[in-house]
C-alpha cells in the first residue's frame, strides 16, 4: 500500500506519510486485537459448550447429597417424582421376611443410572441403592463419611477387586424359587460415627442398557460359579455365600466391574432388605 497521491515531498508531505504508515499500523493492532478477541471467545464459548454437555458432574453430586435415612420427599426434590412405586409385599422373593408397610421407590432421573429407595410407613429411607447403566456414568461414594480415619471411596465403574476388596465377604443370590437374580457384592458395617450404617457394592447385569456382550460375559462367569458351587445347599432365604478366597468368587471378583451402590439408614440391615439383589432388578429398570 503506498502513501496517499498529493502527499508532496515537504514538511506537509512527510507528516502526511508518517500519519498514513500510522494509520495502517494502528489497522494492522486493531484487527490482530479483534482476530485475537473473537478466539478467545470462540475458546471460551467452547468451553462453556463442553461444560454444558458434561451433564454428569451435576447428577453426581445430587446423588452424594442423598443418604439412606432422608425422607421420601428430600429424594423426590432431588431427582424428581419415581417411575415405580412398589409395595414390599409383591416381592415374592421374600417370603420369610416381614415387609409390612415398606414400599420400592425407583428413579429413573437419566437413562444413564436409576436409584432405588425402600421406605417404611413415615417415609424414612431404610436403603438408598444407585445402579449404573452406562459405562461412563461412574458417580464416587463416601463410605463411612463420618468418621475422617476410615472413610473410604467407592466409584461405579471401578474393578470390584480394587473396590476394597479385605472389608466384605461375597454373596451370590438366587431367588427362593430358583430364579436367577445374580450378583457379586462386597459390604461394611460402619461404626458408631456413621450411625452403624451398612454399605454394599458390586455387579449385576440388571440394566436394559447393558450390551449384549456385557450380559454374555456376565452370564459365562455365573455359569462358572454356579457349576463350582453346584451341591452346596443355601440358606433358607435361597441365598448361597461364599467367601472371597474361593476360586470361582475369586475369578468373579477379578473379572467384574462396580455398578451398584447401596447404603442403608442408621443400624439398617442391607440383607433383609436386599436378599436377592443389590438396588433395581430388571422389572423396574425400564
Known sequence: MGDPEGAGDGPAGRVHALTWRNLIVVVVLFVSSVVTAVSTLVTAWNVVLKAGADWRPVEYRKLRSLRGGHTIER???????????????????????????????????????RVEVVTDRSGATLAYAVTSCSRDFEP?????????????????????????????????????????????????????????????????????????????????????????????????????????????TLSLIERSVVNVYVETQSHGSIHTLYPALLGVNRSNAD
Not at 85 to 98: A, C, G, K, Q
Not at 185 to 212: F, H, I, K
Open 75 to 113: 429424594f423426590t426434590q432431588v431427582l424428581g417424582p419415581a417411575s415405580y412405586r412398589i409395595p414390599f409385599d409383591e416381592l415374592v422373593y421374600m417370603p420369610n421376611v416381614d415387609t409390612s408397610g415398606l414400599t420400592k421407590h425407583v428413579f429413573r432421573p437419566r437413562e444413564d443410572y
Open 140 to 248: 464416587p461414594f463416601v463410605v463411612n463419611r463420618n468418621s475422617a480415619k476410615n472413610r473410604f471411596t467407592i466409584t461405579l465403574g471401578e474393578p470390584l477387586a480394587e473396590a476394597r476388596p479385605s472389608e466384605a465377604t461375597v454373596y451370590q443370590w438366587m431367588t427362593a424359587t430358583g430364579a436367577r437374580q445374580s450378583a457379586v457384592s462386597q459390604r461394611v458395617t460402619t461404626g458408631d460415627e456413621d450411625g452403624m450404617r451398612e454399605y454394599a457394592w458390586g455387579s449385576n447385569d440388571v440394566c436394559p442398557l447393558t450390551s449384549d456382550d456385557a450380559r454374555q460375559e456376565s452370564d459365562a462367569l455365573w455359569s462358572e460359579w454356579e457349576e463350582w458351587q453346584r451341591g452346596r445347599t443355601p440358606d433358607d432365604e435361597g441365598v448361597y455365600s461364599a467367601e472371597r478366597s474361593d476360586p470361582a
